[in-house]
């Protein structure tokens, strides 16, 4: 791309996530990292899960994200008794034509809003892992693919374990981010209460841009350069995961590819046409933590997968020349 095209594609970028960051703070209040970093993964085409404990804000900020682009979108309200068929889609006899006929489900959405994930049975959180990596559902050996761009923001409640399914290891692995909204700060939360006297909902939230808009901000991450020093360092900060004596089970091969896929999409936000070991560092714990697992031992010692992966950081030494 020539310089000037170049300079265009960055501020155009620049121009959208600053409308889309605009957009969400009017619901999301005093959580302008949590934003930021809800963004960096729709923009890196992956899927989000919020977790969190009830009311501070996971379901808005999930429906804010679907609303502030005009896109397709649905809401699945998991329940212990919603089937797979249900989220897929079920085929229907046609009495007219004799034969039968798929009713695609909605997770056939541009943004699929899921809440209580975790309260979905095995059977029906399997049938999201399809969809999730392989962005298809197949049924009666016909393939339908899922709109892009296509992305799943799920919420559970990790306080809450009567009637619960605990998502699998394999089904966790689907999400690129893992992110937990937090209570806001005392100013935050009063103005939380001052708009909601006035109606500033996100059922009144407006539409941003539209679904190209989305889809050229996503090409333009891939355009962003990533050294062979910053994969080394990727890879190392994988490796020191899964050696530390108090893990099961480290970061996989996708964990290291979903991290390369956010850096890339948090140093776009930063106007950077290249990623810094400073973007990989940033995104390490949202990308990696709910990938870690921990051996019980070291979990009744109060050990987390977060100390695991902070600790990584720390001690991996830092590429100096990142243009190499």
Same mark, same amino acid.
């Given at each position: +791309?020539?310089?000037?095209?170049?300079?265009? $594609?960055?501020?155009?970028?620049?121009?959208?996530?600053?409308?889309?960051?605009? /957009?969400?703070?009017?619901? %999301?209040?005093?959580?302008?990292?949590? *934003?930021?970093?809800?963004?960096?993964?729709?923009?890196?085409?992956?899927?989000?899960?919020?977790?969190?404990?009830?009311?501070?804000?996971?379901?808005?900020?999930?429906?804010?994200?679907?609303? &502030?682009?005009?896109?397709?979108? /649905?809401?699945?309200?998991?329940?212990?008794?919603?089937?797979?068929?249900?989220?897929?889609?079920?085929? #229907?006899?046609?009495?007219?034509?004799?034969?039968?006929?798929?009713?695609?489900?909605?997770?056939?959405? /541009? %943004? #699929?809003?899921?809440?209580? %994930?975790?309260?979905?049975?095995?059977?029906?959180?399997?049938?999201?892992?399809?969809?999730?990596?392989?962005?298809?559902?197949?049924?009666?050996? !016909?393939? =339908?693919?899922?709109?892009?761009?296509?992305?799943? #923001?799920?919420?559970?409640?990790?306080?809450?374990?009567?009637?619960? =399914?605990?998502?699998?290891?394999?089904?966790?692995?689907?999400?690129?981010?893992?992110?937990?909204?937090? =209570?806001?700060?005392?100013?935050?939360?009063?103005?939380?209460?001052?708009?909601?006297?006035?109606?500033?909902?996100? &059922?009144?939230?407006?539409?941003? +841009?539209?679904?190209?808009?989305?889809?050229?901000?996503?090409?333009?991450?891939?355009? !962003?350069?990533?050294?062979?020093?910053?994969?080394? =360092?990727?890879?190392?900060? $994988?490796?020191?995961?899964?050696?530390?004596?108090?893990?099961?089970?480290?970061?996989?091969?996708?964990?290291?590819?979903?991290?390369?896929?956010?850096?890339?999409?948090? $140093?776009? +936000?930063?106007?950077?046409?290249? !990623?810094?070991?400073?973007?990989?560092?940033?995104?390490? &714990?949202?990308?990696?933590?709910?990938?870690?697992?921990?051996?019980?031992? $070291?979990?009744?010692?109060?050990?987390?997968?977060?100390?695991? *992966?902070?600790?990584?950081?720390? &001690?991996?030494? #830092?590429?100096? /020349?990142?243009?190499?």
């Amino acid at each position: +791309m020539a310089p000037g095209g170049r300079a265009a $594609a960055v501020a155009a970028f620049a121009q959208r996530v600053d409308r889309l960051t605009g /957009n969400l703070c009017q619901v %999301i209040r005093g959580k302008d990292e949590v *934003v930021r970093r809800a963004l960096t993964c729709m923009l890196a085409e992956g899927h989000l899960l919020l977790q969190d404990v009830p009311g501070t804000g996971k379901t808005s900020l999930a429906r804010a994200m679907a609303a &502030s682009i005009r896109l397709e979108w /649905n809401r699945i309200q998991f329940t212990p008794d919603l089937l797979p068929s249900d989220v897929t889609g079920v085929s #229907v006899f046609n009495q007219g034509t004799g034969t039968f006929e798929f009713r695609r489900g909605p997770i056939f959405a /541009n %943004i #699929v809003v899921g809440d209580e %994930i975790n309260r979905a049975s095995p059977k029906t959180q399997a049938a999201l892992l399809e969809v999730m990596e392989e962005r298809t559902v197949s049924t009666d050996a !016909v393939v =339908y693919p899922v709109p892009r761009p296509f992305m799943v #923001v799920a919420t559970q409640n990790p306080i809450d374990m009567e009637g619960t =399914y605990p998502l699998p290891e394999a089904q966790l692995d689907r999400f690129l981010m893992r992110l937990e909204v937090g =209570y806001p700060p005392a100013e935050a939360e009063a103005d939380v209460l001052r708009h909601e006297k006035d109606g500033a909902t996100v &059922s009144h939230l407006a539409p941003v +841009m539209e679904g190209l808009d989305l889809l050229a901000m996503i090409d333009h991450v891939k355009t !962003v350069e990533v050294a062979p020093t910053i994969e080394g =360092y990727i890879v190392a900060l $994988a490796q020191a995961t899964r050696q530390a004596p108090e893990v099961r089970l480290g970061v996989s091969p996708r964990g290291s590819l979903a991290l390369l896929r956010a850096a890339r999409a948090w $140093a776009a +936000m930063g106007d950077r046409p290249f !990623v810094t070991p400073d973007d990989v560092k940033l995104c390490a &714990s949202s990308v990696w933590c709910h990938r870690v697992l921990l051996h019980p031992e $070291a979990e009744l010692q109060g050990r987390t997968s977060a100390d695991v *992966v902070a600790r990584a950081v720390q &001690s991996v030494p #830092v590429p100096r /020349n990142i243009g190499t």
